[in-house]
Each structure stands twice: as C-alpha cells, then as structure tokens.
C-alpha cells in the first residue's frame, strides 16, 4: 500500500508545484508621461499550454482595464514568456511580448498617438 505522503509528492512532481509565479504591474502612459485610464489590458502567459499546481490550473490570461493612475495589476502570474496587449481610445494599438523571471516586475508601456491617414485619391 503507498503511503498517503509518497502520494502527495507524487502529485507535487507531476503538476508542477514549484511553478515560479510573477506578480505584474503595467504602467501605461502617454508619451507626455500622463498615466492612460480605462485602457484595456490583455495579458497571456505563452508558456506551455497547461500549467497546474497541486493538480489545479493556474490562470494563464487577464482581461482588465488601467485605474486613473494608468496601471494594471496582475496578482500572480506564472513566470516565463508573455504577451501583453493595451488598447486605448486615441492611441495606437500596442503588442509585445516579455520574457519574466522576476517574483515581481513592473513593466512601463508608452502608447503613441494615431498616425495620420494617407488617401491615395
């Protein structure tokens, strides 16, 4: 019979409990420094596709929008590669992927005005 405990660390090897967590902060503002509020904020961890502790999913997308000071935070976060993506009334799209390995990391985004549209006509 095994033992209740070889079962436990059975279950810690498999599904990754020593999975490094991130707690992220994004910073988004205008080129002038003034902080952006009601920014959508898209993050996704693009490591691999699962990633589990103590056998339960760790949540590996964001979905939330900047507070008047223009930030984001993000509680936990697995550590590795990830795409954050901020959209802004007025502002150019902004896309980019991080590699994190820090416990925390604030990552600073600068959002550029629209650019001028060109008419062929």
Same mark, same amino acid.
């Given at each position: 019979?095994?033992?209740?405990?070889?079962?436990?660390?059975?279950?810690?090897?498999?599904?990754?409990?020593?999975?490094?967590?991130? !707690?992220?902060?994004?910073?988004? !503002?205008?080129?002038?420094?003034?902080?952006?509020?009601?920014?959508?904020?898209?993050?996704?961890?693009?490591?691999?596709?699962?990633?589990?502790?103590?056998?339960?999913?760790?949540?590996?997308?964001?979905?939330?929008?900047?507070?008047?000071?223009?930030?984001?935070?993000?509680?936990?976060?697995?550590?590795?590669?990830?795409?954050?993506?901020?959209?802004?009334?007025? =502002?150019?799209?902004?896309?980019?992927?991080?590699?994190?390995?820090?416990?925390? !990391?604030?990552?600073?985004?600068?959002?550029?005005?629209?650019?001028?549209? =060109?008419?062929?006509?």
């Amino acid at each position: 019979m095994v033992r209740l405990p070889a079962l436990l660390l059975a279950a810690l090897v498999l599904f990754g409990a020593d999975t490094p967590m991130t !707690k992220l902060n994004i910073q988004v !503002k205008t080129q002038a420094g003034r902080p952006i509020d009601r920014a959508s904020v898209i993050v996704r961890f693009l490591g691999s596709r699962s990633v589990a502790k103590l056998g339960r999913h760790i949540r590996t997308e964001w979905e939330l929008r900047t507070n008047q000071e223009g930030a984001a935070d993000i509680p936990t976060i697995p550590q590795g590669k990830i795409r954050i993506q901020v959209i802004a009334h007025g =502002y150019q799209t902004f896309g980019q992927d991080f590699e994190i390995e820090q416990e925390e !990391k604030t990552i600073p985004i600068t959002l550029n005005p629209p650019q001028q549209q =060109y008419s062929a006509h």
